[in-house]
């Protein structure tokens, strides 16, 4: 037995891959394109603790808030190549057509880490059920106040309105916990929910009206999707996507890639047990080329879901 644990052993010494050669000359800044407390500001401190655990980097987290993370990008696509600044936003950030200032060309793309379980959400007290339920309050005289942080969402929440034939009020916050906390508080009586949701769901707090991604939802596997019910062409949900500037240098790139998907093909790492509990199934490891050839053809969408509200 034990040379058969040394054989092993000795195997996986030679067929694991090597770790890209790169070290960083400094600290690497991890800007967080969202406030704290949130999905995206959760697994990046996360992440930024067991790559520096592993690789003896160090990575210092920053939040930049503002504009759906393009507060952060409108910064990080002139910082220097030298990968030793790094964001983290989502996909919006850089595929919806409302800055002109930033274009996907901008950067370079490192990975994804998780994608969302959005969700229209509804206070559980409200009796609200369905989508139907909504419609009708809103049909005898209640305000529809909608919370959401992203023009995305909120051409989205558009979109249902003009479906049904309401009108909605919509209430703009930062990050996606903004919108649950504003469902929370009574600020507002329906919203999006990218994952955050997932507790209060499970507790009662709030019900899902409606999956907004092409799939239904691992918490509502019974209610159907906004695409399902013919309300719009494409789902809203996101996905979390790692970046640097556009002349990023190549090999820091594949490392800084590299220690990431490490962090998150361990099913022992805290950063992969949140993003698998927060917003299932979990990580999502699209990269590189491939990852901004997805976000190039979710523009083309997004701008002809906005020609369709125009």
């Known amino acids: ?71 952060m990008a409108a910064q990080l696509k002139d910082a220097p190549g030298d990968g030793l600044t790094v964001g983290l936003a989502i996909n919006t950030t850089f595929d919806f057509p409302v800055n002109e200032n930033i274009s996907i060309d901008d950067f370079t793309y490192l990975t994804q880490t998780a994608g969302s379980q959005m969700a229209v959400l509804a206070r559980a007290d ?35 309105a003009r479906h049904f034939g309401i009108d909605v009020n919509h209430l703009r916050g930062q990050g996606g916990r903004s919108a649950v906390n504003a469902l929370v508080a009574n600020d507002a009586n329906v919203g999006w929910g990218g994952g955050v949701q997932g507790p209060l769901v499970a507790a009662g707090e709030l019900v899902i009206l409606a999956s907004a991604e092409p799939s239904r939802l691992v918490q509502a596997p019974d209610t159907p999707t906004l695409m399902e019910r013919g309300i719009m062409d494409q789902g809203l949900g996101f996905q ?71």
């Not at 790169?22 to 996360?46: N, V, Y």
């Not at 419609?135 to 942080?149: F, H, K, M």
């Not at 979990?282 to 083309?300: H, V, Y």
Request: some cysteine.
């Open 1 to 71: 037995m034990k040379r058969l644990m040394c054989a092993v052993f000795a195997l996986g010494l030679i067929t694991a891959p090597a770790h890209a050669e790169w070290e960083p000359s400094g600290p690497i800044a991890f800007w967080i394109g969202f406030g704290a407390g949130g999905g995206t500001d959760t697994q990046a401190r996360a992440l930024a603790e067991e790559i520096e655990a592993r690789r003896g980097w160090r990575i210092i987290p920053e939040n930049k808030a503002g504009g759906g993370g393009r507060v």
């Open 240 to 310: 979390f996507v790692m970046v640097g500037p556009a002349d990023m240098d190549p090999e820091a790139a594949a490392a800084i890639t590299e220690a990431v998907h490490e962090v998150l093909n361990d099913p022992e790492s805290r950063t992969a047990q949140f993003v698998t509990q927060q917003y299932p199934p979990g990580p999502l490891f699209m990269s590189g080329d491939e990852l901004k050839t997805q976000l190039e053809a979710n523009r083309e969408a997004n701008v002809t879901m906005m020609e369709a509200l125009n």
């Open 126 to 160: 409200s009796g609200w059920e369905t989508l139907e339920d909504m419609v009708e309050a809103a049909q005898s005289g209640t305000d529809i106040v909608w919370a959401n942080w992203g023009n995305q969402v909120e051409a989205g929440a558009e979109m249902v």
